[in-house]
Each structure stands twice: as C-alpha cells, then as structure tokens.
DNA sequence: CAATTTTTGTCAATGTTTTGTATAGTTTTG
DNA sequence: CAAAACTATACAAAACATTGACAAAAATTG
C-alpha cells in the first residue's frame, strides 16, 4: 500500500466500474435501490467516486458472486465487507477484529517499533520500508521519529552490542530509513524569511542518521535546512553557512574515537563563523565533549523536545533583529 | 500554485505543448475551463510557460488517460499529481515516454543540466532540487540518471578540480540527490521470483552516489535491491547477500586511495560468497584494479547500457535455472 | 411442487454534460 | 510580411444521467 487512499483523486463512472469489474448501468442500480454507494455529484450532475467507493464495490462483487445479495450487504461498512469476503475465500473463521483498542499513538507506535524490529531482525528490507511508510502517514514524521525510530535505532543499537546483529543490520536499516527522508520531510514552501540552518556533521564523523533525523526536525520547525551529509571539514562547514546566510549549524556527533578531531573542529568551526552563529551540538557521543562544548560555546540537544524548543527561541531572536 | 510572476518563465505554447504531449489548444482549453495551469503573458498577450508547468501537464495527460476526468483533476498540486500518477502506474502498464524523440530528450537533459549547474554554483539547494524534480517528470529516471545526473557530477567534479567549486558543493548535490532516491525508484510490487542483488561500496569507499545510482537502476532494470551504504567489510556484505539469498552484488569503488585494501576485501568477498554469484564492479576508480578484478571474477561496468545488459543476462540466467 | 412474488442484472430511449477539436478573425512577434 | 498566438464561438463525439421496462433467478407461498 505505497498510496494513501487520496482524498484528492476522484473518479468518474467509467472508470470506477473499470477497476472495480462492475458495470456502469449496476454501480448506479446498486445506488439507486440500496445506497451501496453514495458519490458525490459534479455541478452538472455527474457522479463522483473515491478510491474507497472503488474499493467497496470490488467488495461487493466479490462478495455477490459468492452468493450473497446484494441487498443484504449493500450497506455494510467497509471492514465489514473485508471480514466477509476473507473469511469467505480461507473458510476460516476471522479471529475478532480488535485494535489494538487503545487509540494512544505512542502505543501504537510501540506496536509498529515491534513489527520493524521483527523486520530487522529477519533481513527484510521491504517489510521494514512498507511498515515505516505505514507509521509515518498513521503517526505523522514527529512522532514517526521520536517514538519509533529513535528507539528503534536505540535498540539495535543495544542488540547490535550483545551480538544478536551485526553491522549489516544496522545499515541495511540506515539506507531504508534514508530513502524515506523523503517522505518526511513536509514539503510545503517555506516563507522567504524562515531562519535558516546548515546541518552537517564534522570531520572523522561517518554516522549519518542523527544529523538526518536532526535536518528533518528543524525543516518540520519550519527552518529551511541545507543538509551536507557526513564528514565535513569546518572551512566546507563555515562556506556553506556563508553561501546560505544560516544562522544556526547542527552538528551530529555519534562516537567518541578522536576526541582532539572533534575539539580541534569544533574550535576551527567558531573561529571561522565568529560569535553570532548558534552551534548545536546532538548524538550519543556529545556527553563526552561536555569541557569543549562549553568553551566553544555550544548548545547541547538533551532530547527532541529541547531541539525544538532551542529551534523555536532562535528562529523567535532572529525574528526580532528583522 | 503554479507560476504567476516567475522570473523561470521562459516557454511559448508550441514547446509546451511538444514536451508535454499536450496539443496547444487543448493546453489552452484546460487554462480556460479549469485553470490547470496560469502562465504569466508577454506584454502582448502571449503565455509563458515554466519547466514546473510542463511537468504537471504532463502529468495530467498521463492521469487522463489513465481515466481521470480532467474537470476532476486539473487543479491537484503537482505532489498530489505525482502521487496519482505513479499510484496507477504501479497497476497499470504504463505507455512509456513516448512524446518527444529520443534526440529533443537529450537536448532537454542537456538544457536541465545547466540549470542545475548553475544551481549548484550558487549553492541554492532549493532550486536545485526543484529541477530535478521537474526533470524526473518529464524525462524519466533512466534518462535523468543517464543524462542529466552523469553528466552534471562529472562537471562538479572537473570544476571541483579547477578551483572553481568546493567540496561543500558536491556534499550539497549528493544530499540532494540522495533525497530524491525515492521518487527515482519505481515503487511497483516485485515479482517473488526477481533476481535479487546486494548493492554497497567496500571498506574505505565512502562516496555513496555511485552505489546508489547502481541501485536504482537495478531497480528499475526489475531487480529486487537490498542497498547497504558506503563502507561496509566483506563479511558484513557476503552476510547480507546470505540473508537476501541475493544472486549478484554490485560494488561502487570511486577512488584509488588504498589499492591494497580494495584488493584484500574483493579477494575476501570471493571467497566467503563462492564462485557462483557475480561480483559487479563499478566508478570511475574501477578500472585501476583492471588484475585484481580479472584475479577475482568480477565483472567491469563500462556504461549504464552495459550495466543494463549484464542485468538482463544475469536474469535470464536465473529464470534458466528456475 | 407449482404458482406467485421479489430480487437482480441488463437494456433502451431520451436528454444533458464534458471534452477535445475546429473555424474565423485579430494581434503579436521576429 | 509570414508564422505563430490570441480570443471567441461553435460543434460533435463520448460519456453520463434518468426513467422505465423486462426477463432471469431466487425466494416465498399456497
């Protein structure tokens, strides 16, 4: 299911009795005598379907043609339909269809982090890439983010340290959830003046996937990111936040292997950019760091909700110098 | 929504109507009744078109014809009208690009490419991104990747050399780039039976777009692609080609820094995978290694046309032994 | 079980809407 | 000036809607 059922997309008759194998003359007979369905109408008249109606009377024939009358089911709900014609083609009775009932997004997400990690664990990138797409229009980036990737990534992370995977997992991981930036990031035009941001990460750093997730918070903060991927010097950093005229740079450190790389760049970073240009400073490793961030003068993101809130206060300053 | 005062503007009618496939009165028509598009006009009275304009007539002619009623779509967003389109193109054998000779499509790429270039030079990673986007609509992902996207990092990278681009400036393309992978690949349902194949870049190797490219256009040559990333150990590649029960892996290699690495991890490779499942060596890099590739088994790409046909081998060698 | 009624899919007749194309005369452009 | 665009109007084919009817199939009844 790459598609969400569009509330945009609208079909007319020809077509709705194309893809759903009923004829033109019983779609609007099925109307007429039982309200199996009810489109909506053009200024002229003309009938409206949506992909749900579509996808009811496919339901429907099935379902007739496996001896049901039509006026009997004519005016079941979509689910409904789906039960009987399931249970119908297993012979099998349908085990009851209860949600998991508590409609609680964080539990829900809990629920999908499972079914990912499952994913993971058997190798199966389809499977994962199809989950997070369904997650994502069920749970919206935000929460897609904080509450199913970031423990996700927290516990192969974990699993990853105890040998139940190896690397490959976790990059296999990595490049699904990479080719779905897409998808999260909100594409709606950003105003002309939204405060911009470089998102990078520093020299020796290979980790990709914190400055990613960080790029993708600050653009759904309404910020316009330039985002430069891994394993920048700070002259290429500095440059890019001149060409841009960003007042902000994130940086994702995730391991803590050279720390006088990460000192040095750091320092190289502030003395290139001067005083008035925020850093912040995210990922695992950044604790380490603690003596130089604050000499440099650096911000550290102790969770989502505080890069948020640091977004919010600097996009709120700049504002006030305009 | 579309163009009102865009200084892009820049095509009369009869182009339009060329590289969209959509006749100039019906383009008019469409104007006139629904406002499908809004050109801005010459002093005289004459409509101006964008590239973004001819993408979404574009589209609207492949949604047309796929049963849409233009009444109903005419005034979809353009994201909205991507995800129609490719939506259906999934179910629906979908006519290949048809419209304009392979020759104007060249020229288009060509006239895209410096739009981009001059994009990146100005490292605007907005409008780079915008005509990719418009790009991809109207020349397909083979001829974008081919003829666009080759070309366009071939230049950054002689400008690179010349002085006349930093490094930052291919980071920003490549993030680009990498976030478009999405729309470039083709989303339709594999069939169970597709080759399948593991593509990554070896330990040492961490310029990613080759890779990635590769992947895509095994995608879209109908393979069943696990991508890993950049850097990844032998063993960690012959586990993930185990687990896919993969029956070939390509290998991006884009410079020459360690000859002897390179050379160990291939002869590493070979030898956990064993003789029977081909070892795909691509990148400007590739062709330095000419014995050890010979040594190992593993076959050169040339082009994306002899890419495309080792792909085609590979498969017909598998449906063989099906 | 036969007769009767109801349900259901299909069709025909007739009028309207949608949509692509065409015509005619004017204006702009190079 | 010739080619190409513009506007306005018109037209016809395709697609839709409505109504009503009809016969086969299914259900009900006596």
């Known amino acids: 299911m790459t598609s969400t059922s569009d509330e945009s997309a609208q079909y007319l008759i020809k077509t709705v009795s194309k893809r759903s194998g009923v004829k033109s003359d ?19 008249g003309h009938r409206i379907y949506t992909d749900q109606d579509i996808a009811r009377l496919k339901l429907l024939n099935q379902a007739t043609s496996n001896g049901h009358s039509i006026s009997q089911i004519a005016r079941l709900s979509l689910e409904d339909l789906k039960n009987l014609v399931k249970s119908e083609s297993e012979s099998i009775p349908q085990p009851p269809h209860i949600i998991p009932s508590s409609s609680d997004r964080l539990y829900i997400a809990a629920d999908y982090m499972e079914k990912c990690y499952a994913a993971v664990l058997a190798f199966d990138p389809k499977a994962l890439e199809s989950h997070f797409e369904n997650a994502i229009v069920e749970l919206g980036s935000e929460i897609f983010i904080e509450h199913l990737l970031t423990p996700l990534l ?47 990460t520093p020299i020796d750093q290979l980790h990709e996937l914190g400055a990613l997730l960080a790029a993708i918070m600050a653009e759904l903060s309404d910020w316009q ?64 760091y603690q003596d130089i961030l604050n000499e440099v003068g650096v911000v550290n993101i102790q969770s989502y909700a505080h890069f948020r809130q640091i977004l919010a206060e600097l996009a709120l300053k700049q504002e006030n110098q305009n």
Request: glycine share 6%.
């Open 154 to 200: 927290t516990r192969i992370g974990e699993r990853w340290k105890a040998g139940e995977l190896r690397p490959v997992h976790e990059h296999m991981t990595s490049s699904v959830i990479r080719s779905l930036a897409y998808i999260l990031r909100n594409n709606k035009p950003r105003a002309e003046n939204a405060p911009r941001m470089v998102v990078s």
């Open 225 to 288: 990111v330039t985002y430069l991927g891994t394993n920048l010097p700070a002259e290429e950093i500095a440059a890019a936040i001149k060409y841009t005229n960003a007042r902000a740079v994130t940086l994702s450190i995730s391991f803590a292997a050279n720390d006088h790389v990460v000192a040095k760049e750091l320092r190289r970073l502030r003395k290139l950019i001067g005083p008035d240009i925020a850093i912040i400073v995210g990922g695992r490793a950044a604790e380490y």
């Open 26 to 44: 019983l779609v609007r007979a099925w109307e007429r005598r039982y309200q199996a369905v009810t489109p909506t109408r053009t200024s002229g």
